[in-house]
């Protein structure tokens, strides 16, 4: 008996339904104690449901949950706080008009004669944010962070409840590399002080440098565990698509043609502080290229897509597309001079939550014709051509085009705003992190989308955080630091290093734009 594991939770034969879909069908989870175990598996697979089982979000249909050995009954959050077990989701639960550090202990004050102690609150956050590298602003409000930052508001919450079981469901799909480097360090801090993980990720890479187990599901089922050190990254993907996967995109050169858009001094006002978020900023993006923004986050990429799509009022400099000044221009004649827009917060301005599938998928184009009719929507066309992009791009919900978007998994909306954007067929496609949290499998058909509108001569313009996509999509590298252009690339003759350099502010070029 001595030699058996010691495991902090179990989750033995879970099962959780919602209309339409078993999210989790007979699903067994083993976690053992001070380990990190990944959970891998495509977008809609029933990760973030297994944990949200876990987490008393949601309680399920058959299965029981051990803890420490001892059956546990997890009705909601608080119990599994109580638990100590804490949960960094997808999509953060802070609060955008507290402060960070109001963020970090609503919940959990710690009061004294009924009055609220926040010098020990914030030197407790401020011990926890030194120890283990999280730095960031306790007074800064929320909505004036970058969303890296969140996250680190988001795990610092965690560890001021003092849990032992970490739950992070998807915490890299926004960091820059070093934040996820960082990030991997503080995991394995964590561990190295008894604390255990659960690690909901796609990406291969950081599994495999980081995990001691994988537990992998598809289509809502357990497919197998394995251990870390004795698979590969192919191996997983094969289990976690149930086919080969192409990992590496497959381009010719780019030809590149007349300039589409055209961007001359930019500069946008911050929204956070008195100086300019981008200065003095100028690019062309050509037909038939696809030019990318790369740079650690916060260092005026989203400013920079804000004021090119409208978001946000430049406060100098000049906008073309296709000819037509738009600087100034509404966010409805951008979209119609020809500009499609993937943003990086799909829940703020990529869907309206509330909405069905079908109504999201024909948001900006519900006046065209043949969507309606003297100002009538035609429900008939619209449902027609929600099932064709549901079905060209694998968008798994539990009642097709009437799913709600809120409850569809986190990818499957992100492949929903691909779906829309890619398809509306314009001259510019402005791709923010266009494969944030989704898995291999959709990455390697949205890769290839993006491929396939370059090759069509459309412009795209991506913005990511992701080297490995950066280096792998990109036929031009533009680097952004602190508001400005440092350096410009081609893929093919520099390195992950060299850009790391730039995106740092170790190096610059002198950058004359063509």
């Known amino acids: 008996m001595d030699n058996a594991p010691d495991y902090v939770i179990e989750m033995l034969h879970i099962t959780k339904e919602f209309p339409g879909i078993k999210a989790n069908d007979d699903i067994t989870l083993q976690l053992r104690r001070g380990e990190i175990h990944a959970l891998l598996g495509e977008n809609g697979a029933g990760k973030s449901t297994l944990m949200s089982v876990l987490f008393g979000l949601y309680q399920p249909e058959a299965g029981v949950i051990k803890k420490d050995g001892k059956e546990v009954q997890i009705n909601d959050p608080n119990d599994a706080t109580a638990l100590h077990i804490g949960m960094v989701h997808q999509h953060f639960k802070l609060i955008d008009v507290f402060t960070v550090l109001d963020n970090i202990i609503l919940g959990a004050e710690d009061t004294r004669y009924g009055f609220l102690s926040r010098r020990a609150a914030r030197e407790k956050v401020l011990a926890l944010s030194d120890r283990y590298g999280l730095k960031v602003d306790l007074d800064a409000k929320i909505e004036d962070i970058t969303v890296g930052m969140q996250q680190r508001v988001e795990i610092l919450k965690m560890l001021y409840r003092d849990n032992e079981v970490l739950i992070f469901d998807e915490p890299t799909a926004v960091l820059t590399p070093q934040e996820i480097e960082e990030l991997m360090e503080i995991m394995r801090g964590l561990t190295r002080e008894g604390k255990s993980i659960l690690f909901i990720s796609h990406k291969l890479n ?15 089922r357990y ?18 698509v149930g086919r080969p996967v192409q990992l590496v995109v497959e381009k010719g050169p780019a030809r590149p043609a007349e300039p589409v858009l055209k961007v001359e001094d930019l500069r946008v006002p911050s929204r956070l502080y008195k100086h300019d978020a981008v200065k003095n900023v100028s690019f062309t993006a050509r037909a038939g290229e696809i030019v990318c923004i790369a740079g650690i ?23 073309t597309l296709c000819g037509h000044d738009i600087t100034h221009a509404p966010i409805r004649d951008r979209s119609d001079a020809g500009m499609s827009h993937i943003p990086e917060d799909r829940h703020k301005h990529g869907l309206i939550l509330d909405f069905t599938l079908e109504q999201n998928l024909v948001l900006q184009r519900f006046e065209e014709p043949q969507f309606q009719r003297h100002g009538f929507i035609r429900f008939d066309e619209t449902r027609k051509y929600a099932e064709k992009l549901i079905e060209q791009f694998d968008v798994r919900s539990g009642q097709g085009p009437v799913t709600i978007a809120r409850s569809m998994s986190g990818g499957n909306q992100q ?17 923010v992190q266009p494969t944030r949290g989704l898995d291999v499998g959709a990455i390697e058909y949205i890769h290839g989308e993006l491929v396939k509108l370059r090759d069509e001569g459309k412009a795209v313009l991506l913005v990511s955080l992701e080297l490995e996509e950066v280096m792998n999509l990109s036929d031009r590298i533009l680097v ?21 350099l730039y995106m740092a502010g170790a190096k610059r070029q002198e950058v004359t734009q063509a």
């Open 206 to 220: 950081e599994i495999m440098e980081v995990s001691d187990r994988v537990t992998v599901l598809r289509k809502g």
């Open 223 to 240: 497919v197998g565990t394995v251990d870390t050190a004795t698979t590969t990254q192919e191996e997983l993907s094969r289990m976690m």
């Open 297 to 319: 986050d916060g260092n005026g990429q989203t400013d920079l897509v804000y004021a090119l799509t409208g978001l946000e009022k430049p406060s100098g400099g000049k906008i």
């Open 415 to 431: 492949k929903a705003i691909v779906a829309r954007e890619i398809d509306r067929d314009k001259p510019l496609i402005v791709a």
């Open 480 to 500: 952004m630091y602190e508001g400005e252009i440092v350096g410009e690339f081609d893929p093919r003759q520099t390195t992950v290093e060299e850009l790391g």
